[in-house]
Every structure is written in C-alpha cells, then in structure tokens.
C-alpha cells in the first residue's frame, strides 16, 4: 500500500498567516493526490484534486501543487473558517490512502 | 444538489452483524463509483472499499482490515449504496462514510454524507 506522510501533524497559526502542508508519497502516484478539510463532527470537504485543481466553490486563497512523490498544500492568508484538520489522499492504486492528517489551529 | 444520506449504524456486539445503506441523489448514481470510509473517535480517516458502476461490472475493491467480513454492494434502481459488516471487532467502531468518486476529478472523492456511527462494544 502507497503511505501518504504529512507534516507538521499540526500547527498554530495567526490570522492572515501563509500555510504550507506537505504530503510526501512512499511512491510515485503521478498526480493522482487530493486534499480535503475536516471540521470537528463534520464531514471532509474537497479542496483541491489532481494535485493542483481547485474544487469549484473553494476559495481561491487555497492552492496544491507537486506530482511524483511530493505535494504541497498553501494557505495563501489564513482566514477563520480555516482552522480544521487536513488530509491529502492518493487514488493512484488500491488501497486508497489518506495521510494522518494536519490540525491547523489558533495561535 | 447532491446528496448522500447514510443510515444503519448502532451499537453492536464484537462478532456480530450490521447493514449500512446510503442513498443518493441530486446525481446519476449509477454512473459513479462510490467509497465508504470510516473514522474511529478521534483518529484519520480510513478507505473501506469501493463498488466500481455497471460499466464496470460492479466491481470491489476492500481495505485489508476488512476484506472477507466487510461486503459492499449497491441498488442503481434506488440510488443505493450498501456496506454489510460481519464478524464485527471493537476496531471496527467508527464513523462510517459514504463519498462519491468522481473519475473526471482524478477519482478524488467530491461529496460526502454526514456520516453514521457503528459503536462494536459488549
């Protein structure tokens, strides 16, 4: 099975802050990576597929980009409705998998 | 606007049985893989399995903590998604989502449902 490896596992960030979520892949998966929020007892959202599109409705303050092994996920300005948990995901081979997540919380 | 709606969950005992349906709409069901993933209190987020649509051949694919207990299958005449759990382990207690695939996104999982509890406890 392909390992997803975020880091940080969570951070502490002001308002207005540039964030920046890594996802490294245990190999190659093209750009087959998405990545989505989670809020506390909501269910995740879709940001960004293929590794670099933006999901329709999403500010555009969110951005991904990388492919192979190495993605990225950026904040540009960190607004209030950002603080959640993040998780990329590989559809690149079965099983499908998630990383272990980035809680992105209040500084 | 779609929707995924996810029923079934509740408290069972380790060893025993539970049937989870979700039912769609707001979209062609029968057109689109769909997932289940679950979430244990606390914790990230875990595939389940995917039932591949009628093009093809509804096909499976499982997660290995549950190949051989957990069977997903689906109805397109009722815009159905279903996950039948067997021999159920205190590990199985979690939130279990249905999500739609959406091939024309990379196979990213583009709508979710709220979720429905199973709890695996004596």
């Known amino acids: 099975a392909i390992q997803l490896t975020q880091s940080p596992s969570s951070l502490s960030a002001s308002v207005g802050d540039r964030v920046t979520i890594t996802c490294r892949a245990s190999?190659?998966?093209?750009?087959?990576l998405a990545w989505c929020q989670q809020k506390p007892g909501k269910a995740p959202k879709v940001l960004i597929y293929d590794a670099s599109s933006l999901e329709s409705g999403v500010p555009s303050r969110f951005s991904g980009s990388g492919s192979g092994t190495d993605f990225t996920l950026t904040i540009s300005s960190l607004q209030p409705e950002d603080f959640a948990t993040y998780y990329c995901?590989?559809?690149?081979?079965?099983?499908?998998?998630f990383g272990q997540g980035t809680k992105v919380e209040i500084k | 606007e779609v929707q995924l709606v996810e029923s079934g969950g509740g408290l069972v005992q380790p060893g025993g049985s539970l049937r989870l349906s979700c039912a769609a709409s707001?979209?062609?069901?029968?057109?689109?893989?769909m997932d289940w993933v679950r979430q244990a209190p606390g914790k990230g987020l875990e595939w389940v399995g995917r039932s591949r649509n009628k093009a093809r051949s509804y096909t499976t694919e499982y997660a290995a903590s549950v190949k051989g207990r957990f069977t997903l299958s689906r109805d397109d005449s009722k815009n159905s998604l279903y996950l039948q759990m067997n021999s159920l382990e205190i590990e199985d207690t979690a939130v279990y989502y249905c999500a739609r695939v959406s091939s024309n996104r990379n196979y990213a999982l583009d709508y979710w449902g709220q979720g429905t509890l199973v709890t695996v406890s004596s």
């Open positions: 707001g979209f062609t069901f029968s057109d689109h893989y």
């Open positions: 190999q190659g998966i093209r750009s087959a």
């Open positions: 995901q590989q559809s690149e081979s079965y099983p499908v998998t």
